[in-house]
């Protein structure tokens, strides 16, 4: 069965951290752009990162650069989200799925809520 299962998330305070995982299965990952996107309530999904298949290169939404990383190990067939200095509008469901431009969820996602 083809799918993605994100994991990792939580609760934290504002300043604190998480790292997101994106693990996939019935398919080797090491072939796609894996991109991060996250829904909050109310709010439009929006683009947070994303990590090339071929040079690693790596694309962050402003509102995240210089606090969160991504990353992959495609030898564990999984790309992560490090997640530093977190904000409450951090908040929201985060979703991982192939290519850069994608914002159709592939799994459940997984909840970050970031409050005092």
């Known amino acids: 069965q083809v799918q993605l299962v994100e994991s990792g998330g939580g609760l934290v305070q504002p300043g604190g951290s998480l790292r997101l995982s994106c693990a996939a299965s019935?398919?080797?990952?090491?072939?796609?752009?894996i991109g991060w996107f996250r829904q909050a309530p109310g709010k439009e999904r929006e683009g947070v990162s994303c990590?090339?298949?071929?040079?690693?290169?790596?694309y962050y939404a402003d509102s995240v650069k210089g606090r969160f990383t991504i990353s992959r190990d495609n030898a564990k067939n999984t790309v992560y989200l490090q997640m530093n200095s977190l904000k409450p509008e951090d908040t929201a469901v985060y979703y991982c799925?192939?290519?850069?431009?994608?914002?159709?969820?592939w799994g459940q996602g997984t909840q970050v809520t970031v409050s005092s």
């Open positions: 990590i090339s298949s071929s040079d690693g290169s790596t």
């Open positions: 019935g398919f080797t990952l090491d072939y796609y752009a």
């Open positions: 799925a192939p290519g850069c431009g994608s914002r159709t969820p």
